[in-house]
């Protein structure tokens, strides 16, 4: 109520829920910021893993060598396995990160028409985190598009939704959970299930 009554006396003064409202977008940007370096050092482990040189690692992420180097020393005594890329894995983080690449393809493909496109930029620029209630909303606008505009998709985007939609609905039960963390796994089957798409097309 002070802030209230503050902001009528003075039009020109910041209300607390003025104040609240920037602060919590900062937070978000902040927030989104610390969870790329985080991802993108979890990243650098899966490339070393995979055989990759630090000095192409550096090149790729537009770090030094020296910095790609120390985040490679942390884990020098304990090398990581290399990870599995095929597209057909049943863990709930490699599936959601199949819907997100499928759901940015179908944005890409129909622009302003698809309704996941404010979906996906939310996910994009960690905006919204995947829980089980944003991946059953992206589902179900994944789904309306393609029902919506069956004539203009590639029937290899149903085929996918289908794939995912039944891992998603009937996971894997007694499979050993994957030894990445799970934003790395959906980042990875984000990019190899866009890679897929387009190599279909």
């Not at 537009?62 to 884990?75: D, E, I, L």
């Amino acid at each position: 109520m002070a802030a209230d009554e503050n902001a009528y006396r003075n039009p020109e003064a910041l209300t607390e829920e003025q104040a609240g409202r920037m602060l919590a977008d900062m937070n978000e940007v902040i927030r989104a910021g610390e969870e790329m370096r985080a991802l993108r050092a979890e990243m650098i482990k899966v490339l070393a893993g995979l055989g990759w040189t630090q000095d192409k690692i550096a090149q790729l992420t537009g770090m030094s060598q020296p910095a790609v180097s120390k985040q490679v020393a942390k884990y020098r005594d304990d090398p990581p396995a290399p990870m599995a890329l095929a597209l057909d894995q049943r863990d709930t983080p490699w599936l959601e990160g199949r819907l997100w690449g499928l759901a940015e393809e179908i944005a890409e493909t129909l622009g302003a028409a698809a309704r996941c496109t404010r979906h996906v930029q939310a996910f994009a620029r960690g905006r919204t985190r995947f829980t089980p209630r944003s991946v059953d909303e992206l589902r179900r606008l994944v789904e309306e598009d393609l029902r919506a505009h069956r004539a203009e998709l590639p029937a290899a985007y149903r085929h996918t939704y289908d794939a995912v939609a039944r891992g998603l609905d009937l996971p894997a039960h007694g499979a050993p959970a994957p030894a990445e963390p799970a934003s790395v796994r959906r980042a990875l089957a984000h990019r190899v299930q866009r890679d897929r798409l387009r190599d279909a097309s």
